[in-house]
């Protein structure tokens, strides 16, 4: 029986580039979550502090806190010039999903390949709004959701010997 290939040319769109340089970067939405929990921590020690009626830090003290604010918040402009980076340069490639019986192959420049998986090699699909990340032993890779035939994504979500999980990249 011949395998039925399909192939189909994509593109990132702008929301799509953003979830997939987080994804690329590793910093899903870590900066959110860590200044929330900063946040609760210095409101909770400040609540500590009036309750139980202690002096407020002394002024070295709170000069390692505000030094503390202020590498954070470079930290954050960096993620954010290396998040428009990596976005700008997604949304320029024009990559083509190669759609096998057995597993599926990215291309760029229809000759280039990027990326190969078999169905039974992928060990992870987190699957978020716009993008999709793959996990297999030759690394991983986000590919649109709206990239993906249905079939595919089917096959993908239904893989027995995969990790799934959701994911919110944004």
């Known amino acids: 029986m011949a395998e039925e290939i399909r192939q189909k040319e994509f593109s990132f769109s702008?929301?799509?580039a953003e979830a997939a340089a987080r994804c690329e970067l590793g910093v899903g939405d870590l900066p959110r979550k860590a200044l929330f929990w900063a946040a609760v921590i210095i409101l909770l020690s400040i609540g500590a502090r009036i309750l139980l009626d202690m002096p407020l830090p002394s002024l070295k003290m709170t000069g390692m806190y505000g030094a503390a604010?202020?590498?954070?918040?470079?930290?954050?402009v960096y993620i954010r010039i290396r998040l428009r980076d990596t976005a700008r340069e997604l949304t320029k490639r024009t990559l083509y999903l190669t759609e096998e019986e057995n597993g599926f192959t990215v291309h760029e420049f229809s000759k280039e390949m990027r990326y190969h998986a078999r169905f039974e090699e992928i060990t992870a699909v987190e699957k978020g709004e716009y993008i999709c990340r793959i996990t297999s032993p030759m690394g991983r890779i986000c590919i649109p959701v709206k990239a993906m035939s249905s079939g595919f994504r089917d096959t993908l979500y239904s893989l027995e010997g995969a990790q799934h999980m959701m994911r919110d990249w944004m």
């Not at 604010?69 to 954050?76: H, K, P």
């Open 69 to 76: 604010v202020l590498a954070w918040a470079l930290f954050l």
């Open 14 to 16: 702008e929301k799509e």
